[in-house]
């Protein structure tokens, strides 16, 4: 446990967000829920800090370099946690930050859907149920809800 954690310290302090996520299944078999709720928690710092150097510099993060795809990945389940938790308006401001912040068109696309359910108040179980195709959304291999049912009016 030793090691992992200091694997996890460095990767941290490396603000290497994929080799946190390369370590999460470690994590999970490792770590209490306490430990493991402070893991996820440093995942997200990283992830700030790296969206905040990336407005500041005005930079579009690329989904195909690594540390960018995991940064997106971190930041979009903060925003899903959010709407799950019935915060629609804190997490439809983090999709409109991911939309924008991302050069990947159909990510964008996908964002701008959550974005308006999250503005239509839909709650979140309710999106999942009458707007996501889960199914095509599982074998679509992507890690954010990709495909949709309807549109959302």
Do not use: W
Not at 76 to 104: K, Q, R
């Amino acid at each position: 446990m030793i090691e992992l954690k200091e694997k996890i310290y460095k990767a941290q302090s490396e603000g290497d967000i994929a080799a946190l996520y390369v370590l999460e299944s470690q994590a999970h078999e490792k770590f209490d829920e306490e430990t493991l709720m402070a893991y996820y928690a440093n995942i997200l710092d990283v992830a700030l800090e790296r969206l905040t150097n990336a407005l500041e510099n005005l930079e579009r993060l690329d989904m195909s370099e690594v540390q960018d795809f995991a940064t997106l990945r971190a930041l979009y389940e903060y925003a899903i946690e959010h709407y799950s938790a019935g915060s629609a308006g804190d997490a439809s401001a983090l999709f409109e930050v991911l939309g924008g912040l991302s050069d990947d068109a159909s990510f964008s696309e996908a964002m701008k859907i959550h974005r308006a359910a999250c503005d239509a108040r839909i709650p979140f179980d309710d999106f999942i149920d009458e707007y996501v195709d889960m199914n095509a959304t599982q074998n679509g291999g992507k890690f954010y809800i990709s495909f949709f049912k309807k549109s959302i009016e």
